[in-house]
């Protein structure tokens, strides 16, 4: 199949959905912006407050753990439109984070990307459920990664803002102030977002209330958890490990962070396809244990080496990402939908939390980076066996034929107030 093949979308998109994708990117690039920034500049605030590895941690997991904001505010989602809390996140999330700008110690700078960052995941979960619900059934997971991409575009610019954390000991402050740009971001959304038609659907119609399966919901809050385990703690430490195991400066570190993760952009797309095309499962539990021993390598090795295996394993994972993340979405009913995402991006930051803590004092206690990412490496192998043994194939499936519960009783009479 020729490379041409492998970008081309699956199922063509009306011009609605192409709209709705590209508001989508939009926002992603301020829910990406958001949910990066605190884990970018930590070890530079750290250095200015005089604080340690384990410390650092622990902030890192008590900021995961404001994810409990999440949850009532997706399941208000379900009730009242997702559309309106969407739009609302795109204001908040932005504003909040700014302020750990005037944070006078690193108490304050916590306690404002606790409330900040899952207002960012309240937006990224809301993102998801959009995509699910207005993408065609063959380009559910293409979508996906699609919109990936535009993530790691908002995660690019923290990034790439990092050198200006160099200029002093307290510049890094320069970077929360850079993410009041986003507001233009939801002034485009006010203007031009709309409701989904599957949640409108339920006002118009008679639709059964979808149930919650909770089988499917512990499953996938499982893979999530023991996947980051792992994630969070490489996300986390990388910058610390280049900057005191390999003396990069915070130039160096943004180019190694952007030379290693952009050729994932690459396996996002391809990846979306394959999901698409051949299915979610194979591409998933293939693929995520050979990203998490690359990455984990990444930590063991020096100089060419260690930038290859991070640039492999940076397309691993963004070839696998699709695969996994589109199953957030399909497993639940849209009377349930954001509040699944919500419990899964809950447990996901929970897995974290611990992964967090845990490989902190382990660092600290072998003075070595390698033994403990390899130990959490160990929790993505396991999430793929959970995903092979227990997730359902749900490519070319509609939402409602996996989710029989959102089967609709048609009123005649409502069809045409739909229509426009």
Not at 115 to 137: A, Q, S, W
Not at 301 to 328: D, E, I, K, N
Not at 350 to 355: N, T
Request: net charge neutral.
């Amino acid at each position: 199949m020729a490379v041409t093949e492998f970008l081309r979308v699956p199922d063509a998109m009306s011009g609605r959905q192409k709209k709705i994708l590209l508001l989508l990117a939009l926002a992603s690039l301020t829910s990406a912006y958001v949910n990066t920034l605190f884990t970018q500049t930590v070890a530079f605030a750290a250095d200015e407050f005089g604080v340690s590895e384990s410390a650092q941690g622990i902030a890192a997991a008590i900021v995961r753990w404001g994810i409990i904001i999440s949850l009532p505010l997706v399941a208000l989602a379900d009730r009242t439109g997702r559309r309106r809390v969407l739009v609302t996140m795109a204001w908040i999330a932005p504003i909040i984070c700014a302020l750990g700008a005037i944070a006078p110690n690193f108490a304050v700078l916590v306690a404002t990307q606790a409330v900040g960052r899952p207002l960012g995941l309240t937006l990224e979960v809301l993102i998801m459920v959009v995509t699910i619900e207005e993408m065609p059934r063959n380009s559910r997971a293409y979508a996906t990664g699609l919109l990936a991409v535009a993530s790691g575009g908002g995660a690019g610019v923290a990034v790439a803002a990092l050198p200006i954390a160099d200029v002093g000991p307290t510049s890094w402050r320069y970077i929360y102030v850079l993410t009041l740009i986003w507001l233009v971001v939801a002034v485009t959304l006010v203007k031009h977002l709309p409701e989904t038609h599957r949640f409108e659907e339920r006002s118009h119609r008679d639709v059964v209330d979808g149930h919650l399966d909770i089988g499917r919901l512990a499953t996938i809050s499982s893979v999530v958890f023991l996947s980051n385990l792992f994630i969070a703690t490489a996300s986390i430490f990388q910058n610390r490990y280049l900057k005191d195991e390999r003396d990069f400066s915070a130039l160096l570190v943004a180019v190694f962070t952007i030379a290693t993760s952009a050729p994932a952009s690459i396996g996002l797309v391809i990846g979306g396809r394959i999901a698409d095309v051949r299915g979610r499962r194979i591409v998933a539990t293939s693929l995520v244990p050979i990203g998490a021993l690359l990455l984990a390598t990444s930590f063991a090795v020096s100089g060419a080496l260690m930038w290859t295996t991070a640039v492999v394993a940076g397309l691993v994972f963004g070839t696998a990402y699709p695969a996994m993340a589109v199953y957030r979405g399909e497993l639940f009913p849209t009377a349930k939908r954001s509040l699944a995402g919500g419990v899964i991006m809950t447990s996901a930051l929970i897995g974290g939390s611990i992964g967090l803590v845990a490989g902190g004092f382990i660092i600290e206690a072998n003075d070595s980076y390698a033994p403990t990412m390899f130990l959490m490496a160990l929790g993505p192998v396991l999430s793929s066996v959970i995903v092979w043994k227990r997730y359902p194939e749900t490519a070319h499936l509609e939402l409602e034929d996996i989710n029989p519960g959102d089967q609709v009783r048609r009123d005649p009479r409502s069809d045409s107030q739909l229509s426009t």
